[in-house]
């Protein structure tokens, strides 16, 4: 019987990826790994959403961002919006891709929405009618 053996410039046994004890391919990575990094640029990229329609995230490493999860990993349009509004996105906060393509994550394409009574307005649209309601019922409370 043959054994497999180890080539002569062998340094890795598993994949170098975090909580990944897979056999070691190439580059350090285990297969699942080595492909999501040829495929998509980043070992740690995962498809989300139906696969038949196209409607994935494309998800980045920001180990200690606010908006990250346990891994550290975060979806690229919410990252944007992060850093455009210089805040982390509330629970509450939604990134809406305006010409419905989940992969132009270019600011110009996103808008925050809110999930707060009612569900899914634009902030634009809800500071307008707050300043309505105010305009009405508390036009003191507006200072001008």
């Known amino acids: 019987m043959k054994t497999k053996q180890k080539p002569w410039n062998f340094k890795y046994a598993v994949c170098t990826i975090d909580d990944c004890d897979k056999e ?6 285990c297969q699942m790994h ?3 990094n040829r495929r998509h640029g980043n070992p740690l990229t995962k498809a989300r959403g139906h696969k038949g329609k196209g409607s994935t995230y494309k998800m980045i490493l920001v180990k200690g961002h606010p908006n990250a999860n346990s ?3 975060i979806s690229e349009h919410r ?3 992060s850093e455009h509004l210089g805040r982390p996105l509330l629970t509450n ?4 891709h305006i010409n ?3 992969k132009d994550n270019r600011i110009e394409n996103l ?3 809110s999930e707060m009574q009612p569900s899914g307005q634009r902030i634009e649209d809800k500071v307008e009618y707050a300043l309505e309601i105010l305009r009405l019922y508390a036009p003191e409370k507006l200072g001008a």
């Open 24 to 29: 070691h391919i190439a580059n350090g990575l």
């Open 34 to 36: 080595y492909t999501r």
């Open 71 to 73: 891994k550290g990993i």
């Open 79 to 81: 990252l944007v919006m």
């Open 93 to 96: 906060e939604n990134v809406h």
């Open 100 to 102: 419905g393509n989940r």
């Open 111 to 113: 808008e925050l929405w």
